[in-house]
C-alpha cells in the first residue's frame, strides 16, 4: 500500500528530482529532518558609496521625524512611553508600530496621539497600546482610529494578548463625522478577539470619557488607579446640563464605584506602579500559547546589514537585486531555495532570521528591470 501510494506521489509530483524535493519539504515541516540550507554565492553587486551617501540625508529626516513623533510633553503622572517602558520586561525589546502615522498632518497629531508595539512582558509577547492623553487629552483622531484598528488585526493575526494603557477623551468631537464609523471597530475587534479566546487587559490611569470607556468596558481585565482614574459616557458638566445633578467624577464614575457598584473595575491599584505591576501579574495568568515557532542558534549574516545602505538605491525606480538584499538579511546568509529556475522574477526560499524559520518571498529585480525597459 506504501508503495503504490509513493508511485502516485512520484505520479502527480512527475519528476523524481521534484519528488524527492516535495517528500524533503514534507519532512521538514513534520520535524523530521532538519533545513538543508545552501551556501549562497558571495555578492556580485559592487557597494556604492554614493548610494550610501544619498540615503544619509533622508535616514536625517527619518530621525527627525521620529523625535517629534515622541514629543508629546509632561504630565504630573508618567509618560505614556515611560509605562510602556515599565510594564515591559528589561531585557525585552520594543518594536513600535505606525509611530509616524499622523506626521506633518493638520488634522492629525504626534504618532496620532497613539503609542503602540510589540514587546515582551513576563516572558509572554504582547501588543501594548498607550493613549497620549498631553495631546487633546487623548482624544481619538481619524488617524488614532485607523492606527488602532491596524494594530489590533496584527495582535489578532499573531495570537498576542493586548494590554491597552488608557487615559482618553473619546472621539475628537470636529471630526466625529470621519472616527464615529471607523471607531467602531475598535469595539467590534475587541468582541471578536473575547469570543476567540484571544485576552484583552486594559489598565485606566486617568480619566476617560466616551470612546475612551468603551474600551475597558469591552475588555477581559480591567485595573484601575484609585483616585485617579474615572470612566463614563458623559462627565460632570454633561450630567449637570443634561438633568440639571451636580456630581463629582469620582462619585460619576471613579475606580471604587465601578468596583463596588458596576463591578468594570477587577482590580484597584493604589498608583500607577501599582496598577502596571497588577498588569504583569495578569500576564503571568494566561496559558502558554498552542504553539510557538521552534528557535535554534541563531548566527548573524556574513554580510553586514549596514551595507544594504549601499546595495539599495534610494531612488525606488531604480532596479536592485533582492538576493543582494537578502544576503544581509538571513542568519548567516543562507537560505533554501523554492522552485529557482521558475518563474526567476521572484525569489522564493526558507530562511532562519533570529533562529526562526520564514519563507520570505522577494521581488527579483529581473522583474523591475524588464518593467522600466518596457
Not at 38 to 61: F, H, Q, R, Y
Not at 162 to 173: E, K, Y
Not at 246 to 263: P, R
Not at 296 to 316: C, G, H, M, N
Request: net charge neutral; charged share 20%; glycine share 8%.
Amino acid at each position: 500500500m506504501r508503495k503504490s501510494r509513493r508511485r502516485e506521489v512520484r505520479r502527480w509530483c512527475g519528476s523524481r528530482d521534484l519528488w524527492k524535493a516535495t517528500m524533503s519539504r514534507a519532512l521538514i515541516f513534520m520535524g523530521l529532518k532538519d533545513l538543508d540550507f545552501i551556501d549562497t554565492p558571495s555578492p556580485t553587486v559592487p557597494l556604492s558609496e554614493t548610494n550610501a551617501e544619498a540615503w544619509s540625508g533622508i535616514l536625517d529626516k527619518y530621525y527627525e521625524a521620529l523625535d517629534n513623533a515622541s514629543s508629546q510633553g509632561t504630565t504630573a503622572s508618567q509618560d505614556p512611553r515611560d509605562r510602556v517602558n515599565l510594564l515591559l520586561d528589561s531585557d525585552s525589546p520594543f518594536l513600535e508600530l505606525c509611530a509616524l502615522a499622523g506626521h506633518d498632518m493638520e488634522d492629525s497629531s504626534a504618532s496620532a496621539s497613539l503609542v503602540a508595539g510589540i514587546g515582551k512582558v513576563c516572558g509572554r509577547m504582547c501588543l501594548i497600546l498607550s493613549h497620549i492623553p498631553t495631546l487633546s487629552g487623548g482624544a481619538w483622531n481619524e488617524l488614532t482610529v485607523l492606527k488602532q484598528n491596524r494594530v489590533t488585526q496584527i495582535a489578532t493575526e499573531c495570537d498576542l494578548p493586548m494590554i491597552g494603557l488608557v487615559q482618553s477623551a473619546g472621539v475628537f468631537l470636529p471630526q466625529q463625522f470621519r472616527v464615529f464609523h471607523k471607531g467602531g471597530q475598535i469595539f467590534r475587534d475587541l468582541a471578536i478577539r473575547s469570543a476567540q479566546g484571544k485576552p484583552n487587559c486594559t489598565v485606566v490611569f486617568g480619566s476617560s470619557t466616551a470612546g475612551g470607556a468603551y474600551h475597558p468596558a469591552m475588555s477581559d481585565y480591567t485595573i484601575f488607579v484609585e483616585n485617579q482614574a474615572q470612566v463614563f459616557l458623559g462627565g460632570p458638566p454633561l450630567v449637570k446640563m443634561a438633568t440639571g445633578e451636580i456630581v463629582d467624577a469620582e462619585t460619576l464614575g471613579g475606580a471604587k464605584m465601578h468596583a463596588t457598584v458596576t463591578g468594570l473595575a477587577d482590580q484597584i491599584a493604589t498608583d500607577e506602579f501599582d496598577a502596571i505591576r497588577k498588569a504583569r501579574d495578569w500576564v503571568k495568568t494566561l496559558k502558554a500559547p498552542v504553539s510557538e515557532p521552534a528557535v535554534t542558534k541563531s548566527l548573524p549574516p556574513r554580510y553586514s546589514p549596514a551595507e544594504l545602505l549601499q546595495v539599495v538605491d534610494p531612488d525606488i525606480r531604480k532596479a536592485l537585486n533582492m538576493r543582494e538584499v537578502i544576503l544581509r538579511v538571513v542568519d548567516d546568509s543562507r537560505w533554501l531555495d523554492y522552485k529557482p529556475t521558475y518563474g526567476r522574477n521572484l525569489i522564493t526560499a526558507w530562511a532562519d532570521i533570529h533562529g526562526t524559520v520564514y519563507d520570505p518571498e522577494a521581488t527579483g529585480w529581473v522583474l523591475l528591470q524588464t518593467k522600466f525597459q518596457s
